[in-house]
């Protein structure tokens, strides 16, 4: 193949790059055992590439080629830099098992056990996701951090502290035993929805959407579900995910206004979406065994249910919330278990049932309590305090579209 | 890698044991220390006498300054370490969890900085 059009050679490794970047990543980082390194590694491989590709030609494997290279980079490095006899020995084996032949190459997946180092109950819980989102999938820390609300800057800083701490505390790169696994699994669950649901525009505590990873997150949890098809939680986080996916261009309206479930047109629906959902939702049930997403699956199947057969399920949906905090106890659970207890009890039974926030004190800073809060006032007939947490709920708000969805809302109370 | 588990825990809980008590206490230490040796992972381990005998030395304007006491007064004071060469984190905090410490304090577990 030697001669290739430079144009080729480019195309090849920005193919290679989109399709291959988070095995790579993942096979070097866990041969290094150091993220970082894989990364500066990697990063010099693909330069190469781009120098010699269109000179010499594509080689036949390219992922072995860039391994190869990548490898070579990093022993390079290692010689340069002082570090113990032991790190060294441990390259000239990784160095040796790169000799296979081209044809018979095949890159074993190891971004299971990359994932389980960046959820690693030693990293700190808020760079998980970023982490999971950089390594696996390449994503810089712009990207990342604008979606996460935070300068890039500071991203990349919180970023290359996690990785220090992956290689300095040597955490390692391998999938929990099974007696382990139920525990460190919950944590890259926790760590993909995150990145899902960064920000909340949930005002009424169905929607649950982002404004620009939740493509990112979605292909996590594929993977995540390719590599661990016997766990129910999985496909119920992987079903949760698409439901709430399926309705995204619903959930605005033509003025960018955020829309409510109970007035979102059913056309902009991605029903193919909605039948995936459903399907992992039954091939979960089957192990009996309920948690948290499969939950939260079950509350967007049931919500969707009732939109799509106009059926009154309130009571059904209710239930699951108590099930959910049962298994969460988490107050915002509760706060949306409240909208569910006014369709079936009554708004005052709502009201008296929403958490208070002098016990929870986190809750005077959380948008979601507030939209709930106002949205029970306002029918229950208390307009002017409803009209009061409305403006606390704004006030809280980060999206343009909620914010403009809380004022319509507001300014309605007393007309009707 | 090694790792050195540091045992912070409220010396006055400790005193405020019996008799009885204290002498369970050391023997599930002594049952640790011997489950770490047939593993071969232990490189050393000592427990530390009270806070209230530590001695800190610091320069202060060419002169070592000595003061009575320990560097950080809290309630929760390192009273003792093992240090453990293991594979990686995961195995380190499992022995840092096996650890009657971690039952009645805490467990800092940090990795040895290999000087080679």
């Not at chain 1, 190891?110 to 994503?139: K, N, W, Y």
């Not at chain 1, 926030?357 to 939209?371: D, V």
């Not at chain 2, 232990?42 to 320990?70: F, H, W």
Request: with cysteine; net charge negative.
């Amino acid at each position: 193949m030697a001669g290739a059009a430079p144009n080729t050679a480019r195309a090849t490794a920005e193919s290679v790059a989109r399709d291959c970047y988070g095995r790579l990543l993942a096979f070097l980082a866990a041969g290094f055992r150091d993220v970082a390194a894989a990364e500066d590694a990697l990063a010099e491989a693909f330069a190469k590439a781009l120098e010699e590709w269109p000179v010499r030609g594509v080689p036949d494997n390219p992922q072995a080629w860039l391994l190869t290279v990548a490898r070579r980079k990093r022993i390079d490095g290692i010689r340069h830099e002082r570090i113990g006899e032991n790190v060294m020995s441990q390259l000239q084996v990784l160095g040796d098992a790169g000799h296979e032949s081209a044809d018979r190459f095949e890159l074993p997946d190891r971004r299971l056990a990359l994932l389980f180092a960046c959820a690693h109950p030693a990293i700190d819980e808020s760079i998980r996701a970023p982490l999971m989102m950089q390594t696996v999938l390449g994503l810089d820390a712009t990207r990342i951090g604008s979606a996460f609300l935070v300068s890039p800057a500071a991203m990349a800083k919180r970023l290359g502290r996690a990785k220090d701490k992956i290689r300095e505390a040597g955490i390692p790169f391998h999938v929990p035993a099974r007696d382990e696994l139920d525990g460190r699994l919950g944590s890259v669950l926790e760590a993909i929805y995150a990145a899902f649901a960064a920000s909340w525009p949930d005002p009424l505590g169905i929607e649950t959407a982002r404004k620009d990873l939740s493509d990112e997150a979605i292909f996590l949890a594929r993977l995540l579900f390719e590599l661990l098809p016997g766990e129910p939680e999985v496909a119920g986080l992987l079903a949760c995910m698409l439901h709430a996916h399926a309705r995204r261009r619903a959930r605005r309206d033509g003025a960018g206004c955020y829309v409510a479930l109970a007035d979102q047109r059913i056309d902009l629906w991605d029903f193919a979406m909605i039948r995936e959902a459903e399907s992992l939702l039954i091939q979960a049930s089957a192990f009996r065994a309920p948690g948290r997403y499969q939950l939260e699956a079950a509350l967007q199947s049931a919500h969707v249910e009732r939109r799509l057969r106009g059926v009154d399920n309130w009571a059904a949906v209710l239930q699951l919330y108590d099930a959910l905090i049962e298994v969460t106890g988490s107050p915002i659970v509760a706060i949306n278990r409240t909208l569910a207890l006014a369709e079936v009890e009554g708004v005052e039974a709502a009201l008296a049932a929403l958490p208070d926030p002098g016990n929870a004190p986190a809750l005077t800073g959380y948008q979601p309590y507030w939209a709930a809060r106002a949205d029970l006032l306002a029918r229950s007939g208390a307009a002017a305090q409803a009209h009061q947490a409305y403006e606390m709920a704004i006030g809280l708000e980060t999206d343009d579209a909620v914010r403009l969805f809380l004022r319509e809302r507001q300014s309605r109370l007393g007309r009707g | 890698m090694q790792y050195l588990l540091m045992l912070y825990a409220n010396e006055d809980g400790w005193n405020a044991l019996s008799e009885a008590e204290q002498a369970e206490g050391i023997a599930a230490y002594g049952a640790y220390a011997e489950a770490l040796q047939q593993a071969g992972i232990l490189a050393g381990s000592n427990r530390l006498r009270p806070a209230t005998s530590a001695t800190t030395v610091r320069i202060v304007e060419g002169k070592p300054r000595v003061q009575d006491g320990p560097f950080i007064e809290s309630k929760e004071e390192i009273g003792g370490y093992y240090l453990i060469d293991v594979a990686d984190l995961d195995a380190a905090i499992a022995w840092a969890a096996r650890c009657p410490g971690a039952g009645h304090g805490v467990v800092e577990v940090r990795p040895v900085w290999q000087m080679s």
